[in-house]
Nanobody, 121 residues
Framework: QVDLVESGGGLVQPGGSLRLSCAASGSIVGMSTMGWYRQGPGKRRELVASFSSGGSTNYADSVKGRFTISRDNAKNTAYLQMNSLKPEDTAVYYC???????????????WGQGTQVTVSS
């Protein structure tokens, strides 16, 4: 059993910052891709930022220069530093990862439960 738990969401004023965390727990022997997605009111879920299996990063055009994804492999944790937040960043943010729970099984895809980020004055 693997759980992804996000934290760090909340209410922030425009121009402010938040740091989201995603901690993976359980029987984990490997983690490849890991990323953050978001779903705003009435919108489709979209990719915000991600790590590829090779470690390269990818960002949505709307967050480039403002958001930074990072990870601590020893802690099986990923972070999303969000600066210069805008009202349009308001959404539920989800963590996603491909995780292997035993050496004999392929990587499987997991989602966290989401954390709400609201940018408003």
């Amino acid at each position: 059993q693997v759980d992804l738990v996000e934290s760090g969401g909340g209410l922030v004023q425009p121009g402010g910052s938040l740091r989201l965390s995603c901690a993976a727990s359980g029987s984990i022997v490997g983690m490849s891709t890991m990323g953050w997605y978001r779903q705003g009111p009435g919108k489709r879920r979209e990719l915000v930022a991600s790590f590829s299996s090779g470690g390269s990063t990818n960002y949505a055009d709307s967050v480039k220069g403002r958001f930074t994804i990072s990870r601590d492999n020893a802690k099986n944790t990923a972070y999303l530093q969000m600066n210069s937040l805008k009202p349009e960043d308001t959404a539920v943010y989800y963590c996603n990862a491909n995780i292997r729970v035993t050496p004999m099984r392929p990587y499987e895809n997991y989602w966290g439960q989401g954390t709400q980020v609201t940018v408003s004055s």
